[in-house]
């Protein structure tokens, strides 16, 4: 889940908005929010689709491609 996270710490960073207001309008807290970005606690999958829904980001799980074996 590293990759997810670092995208959606991304999104929130080049977001023109706060964190405050990204807190507020997402429906995520503001503890839960600075932990994330403080690399202290990850989120569970709903808060993660509730940032992902507010950043204009769409989460999407497929199964991963095989390498050839050479």
Do not use: C, D, P
């Not at 990759?3 to 405050?20: F, M, P, V």
């Not at 980001?57 to 095989?66: A, C, D, N, T, W």
């Amino acid at each position: 889940m590293g990759q997810l996270l670092k995208r959606i710490k991304g999104a929130i960073e080049s977001s023109e908005k706060t964190r405050y207001r990204i807190a507020k309008e997402s429906g995520v807290t503001q503890g839960q929010l600075s932990r994330l970005m403080s690399n202290e606690r990850g989120l569970s999958v709903e808060t993660l689709e509730h940032l992902a829904n507010y950043l204009g980001l769409e989460i999407v799980i497929r199964k991963k491609r095989q390498r050839k074996v050479r």
